[in-house]
């Protein structure tokens, strides 16, 4: 079965603290996403990745970056994390079809204290 | 940015009733998603529609596009208690998707 795997199901950070959120896929995708998701907002766009060392800004990408120094892993990185960042964190993948769905992970629940 | 909003915020219902939804997007688009999400996890994908589609079908799903509208509607026949989640729309510009903030669906037995 092929899948999105996110490292943390949950996870607390203090303010300030560079954060790590980690994804990986199996399923040899060139293009992966991440997204956070707040209530009655919906999905907002961070960053993503068509291609190995490549990224574009989604919506909101301030205070976030992001690195893919291989295939099946895009990973995203909060400098110095804030408050304002607690969120869940979605990530996804879609191969070169546009015309496919994302398959997405089962997200990580961020906590900034 | 959003995408999408979808109409209703909020949905109840029986089941073996019929749920529908509806969303709107704003700018142009190759396809239009819907996906589901049960509490707390992972976005699942349901059904794509091509922007020279008008309709499709999908086990229990119906999906229709009206790209004249920006429209689209989704429709689950026959729910049943699993079909309890949330369900987003998702307009493809560019290779990339635009959610909305979807639509919370509770089928009670």
């Known amino acids: 079965d092929v899948k999105v795997t996110q490292s943390s199901r949950y996870l607390v950070k203090r303010t300030g603290e560079k954060v790590f959120l980690e994804c990986v896929q199996d399923m040899d995708h060139e293009n992966m996403f991440w997204y956070r998701q707040d209530p009655g907002l919906g999905l907002r766009l961070i960053y993503f990745?068509?291609?190995?060392?490549?990224?574009e800004k989604g919506d909101i990408p301030e205070g976030y970056s992001v690195s893919r120094e291989k295939k099946e892993r895009f990973s995203l990185i909060l400098e110095s994390a804030s408050t304002n960042q607690t969120s869940m964190y979605l990530c996804a993948s879609r191969g070169a079809d546009v015309f496919y769905g994302y398959t997405f992970g089962s997200g990580t629940r961020l906590t900034v204290v | 940015s959003q995408q999408g909003e979808e109409d209703p915020q909020a949905l109840s219902i029986q089941e073996g009733e019929n749920a529908t939804m509806n969303c709107s997007y704003k700018t142009s688009i190759n396809n239009l998603q819907w996906y589901r999400q049960n509490s707390g996890r992972g976005l699942v994908h349901l059904i794509l529609i091509r922007s020279n589609e008008r309709e499709k079908h999908s086990g229990r799903l119906r999906v229709t596009l009206d790209t004249s509208k920006k429209s689209s509607s989704l429709l689950i026949t026959a729910s049943r208690a699993a079909d309890t989640a949330s369900y987003f729309c998702a307009g493809d510009s560019w290779g990339k998707l635009q959610f909305g903030a979807g639509t919370q669906v509770v089928v009670t037995p």
């Open positions: 990745s068509y291609d190995v060392k490549m990224k």
